[in-house]
T-cell receptor, first 112, second 111 residues
Framework: QQKVQQSPESLSVPEGGMASLNCTSS?????YFWWYRQHSGEGPKALMSIFSDGDKKEGRFTAHLNKASLHVSLHIRDSQPSDSALYFC????????????FGTGTRLQVLP | EAAVTQSPRNKVAVTGGKVTLSCNQTNNHNNMYWYRQDTGHGLRLIHYSYGAGSTEKGDIPDGYKASRPSQENFSLILELATPSQTSVYFCASGEGQNTLYFGEGSRLIVV
């Protein structure tokens, strides 16, 4: 069974600060890593995907992928209270299965 | 925006009873998924489907069945509900390696 491990379990940062979240896959047969965000009482919503080594930036969010170590990170600069949420890493596995496996999540709290 | 609708949103069931959770998507996506969310476990994949008539086992399929009678609809069936199946269930739809779109969740309590 594929596993997706996230760390830390929870994280608090001051408003305007940088939040860094980590994710590692146990399966090398991945196509994409995804980051999803879930606010309380809602379903998860996609933030961004990455499949190439290196950085991908979308606004205040930057994802970094290291394929050799199966590790992806998400960095949120200038964190806002509205960024407080549960963040999931997801791995989209080889293209012939369409299987998507999620991690255990990191709860981010941005303190005003 | 892509729309995924789940019903019921809240359900209380008795142990041993049958529960059906329904999901409808208007995105014309081929792939649909059922996950359950529990504190400390994140989102765990129960069943998924490539299209009408197909169902595939996910990582935790025991105690659950799935049905995909049409492109739009994907149901999760608990034939004999147990208290360990108390959880929040999410349905999602997607296409290929693209974004998954989630419903708002169905909260199930088995007493």
């Amino acid at each position: 069974q594929q596993k997706v491990q996230q760390s830390p379990e929870s994280l608090s940062v001051p408003e305007g600060g940088m939040a860094s979240l980590n994710c590692t896959s146990s399966d090398r047969n991945f196509q994409y890593f995804w980051w999803y965000r879930q606010h309380s009482g809602e379903g998860p919503k996609a933030l961004m995907s990455i499949f190439s080594d290196g950085d991908k930036k979308e606004g205040r969010f930057t994802a970094h992928l290291n394929k050799a170590s199966l590790h992806v990170s998400l960095h949120i600069r200038d964190s806002q209270p509205s960024d407080s949420a549960l963040y999931f890493c997801a791995v989209s596995l080889s293209s012939n299965t369409n299987k998507v496996v999620f991690g255990t999540g990191t709860r981010l709290q941005v303190l005003p | 925006e892509a729309a995924v609708t789940q019903s019921p949103r809240n359900k209380v069931a008795v142990t041993g009873g049958k529960v059906t959770l329904s999901c409808n998507q208007t995105n014309n996506h081929n792939n649909m998924y059922w996950y359950r969310q529990d504190t400390g476990h994140g989102l765990r994949l129960i069943h998924y489907s490539y299209g009408a008539g197909s169902t595939e086992k996910g990582d935790i399929p025991d105690g659950y069945k799935a049905s995909r009678p049409s492109q739009e609809n994907f149901s999760l069936i608990l034939e004999l509900a147990t208290p360990s199946q108390t959880s929040v269930y999410f349905c999602a739809s997607g296409e290929g390696q693209n974004t998954l779109y989630f419903g708002e969740g169905s909260r199930l309590i088995v007493v």
